[in-house]
């Protein structure tokens, strides 16, 4: 299959939105998260951190958009650690931009609000957060380096070499830069990282049935965190 990647721009949304959804549908945690919610929940939060990133100058947003002009995946890359304030993400010859007319301002007002937990789901999410963000911090301290934010590719699509592709646009940038990358991965994701040269450090495991309302066999659910090291260019 003949794949495009392409920068995304806010006119992009909806299609990122329902590709992540449909990627994420059968994922444990995410379905644990979203237990008892509105049933646009998903949608709703996606939508929300996109715009975020979409206004972030130190992140990219790409789409894999088929011959047919189907968007397939998307990923969205974004540099950290020192000096990451005031530069941006460098463009990779081989990413198409956007014409013109697809791009527009995102109000910047859209922020996650912090609120104290007050559900198990809402716990279980400050822990994840919180685990996750300490090893990132441990592991990358004092580096600067790119993270992949978000990977998802239509169900389908996959098996096709779209994430891949994905992971490899935003691991070329890196290595043009001579940055190292790091990744938080779900169980059916990190196989794929292993595959572009990421590592696993380490990882935390969760027994969702501690977080929930009754035995409703949620089980276990690890995160890895894997580190891809700075391409050696001497």
């Known amino acids: 299959m003949e794949i495009s990647l392409i ?6 949304i909806p299609d990122l939105v329902r590709v992540h959804t449909a990627a994420f549908k059968a994922d444990q945690f995410s379905n644990f998260m979203l237990d008892g919610r509105e049933e646009n929940a998903h949608q709703v939060l996606m939508q929300k951190s996109i715009k975020i990133w979409l206004a ?15 968007v397939v995946g ?3 890359w974004l540099a950290k650690g020192k ?14 931009a956007p014409n013109d007319s697809e791009t527009s301002s995102v109000d910047l007002s ?3 609000k912090k609120e104290k937990p007050r559900t198990p789901a809402q716990l279980l999410g400050r822990l994840m957060h919180s685990d996750s963000m300490k090893w990132e911090k441990d592991s990358m301290k004092g580096k600067r380096y790119l993270t992949i934010q978000a990977l998802a590719t239509n169900p389908s699509f996959q098996c096709q ?21 790091w990744a938080h991965a779900s169980p059916a994701g990190h196989h794929l990282y ?21 035995d409703r ?15 050696d260019k001497r």
């Open 74 to 76: 998307w990923t969205c």
């Open 161 to 181: 070499g779209i994430g891949s592709k994905l992971i490899k646009w935003g691991t070329d940038m890196a290595d043009a830069e001579g940055l190292p990358c």
């Open 7 to 12: 920068q995304s721009t806010v006119h992009d």
């Open 217 to 231: 066999g949620w089980g276990r659910y690890s995160f890895r965190y894997m580190q891809r090291p700075a391409l």
């Open 56 to 70: 972030d100058p130190t992140s990219k947003l790409v789409k894999a958009v088929a011959s047919d002009g189907t």
């Open 83 to 96: 000096d990451d304030t005031s530069e941006t993400l460098p463009q990779p010859q081989s990413l198409k």
């Open 194 to 214: 292993t595959r572009a040269g990421f590592s696993e450090l380490g990882r935390s495991e969760y027994d969702l049935e501690k977080f929930s309302d009754g």
């Open 110 to 112: 859209v922020q996650q």
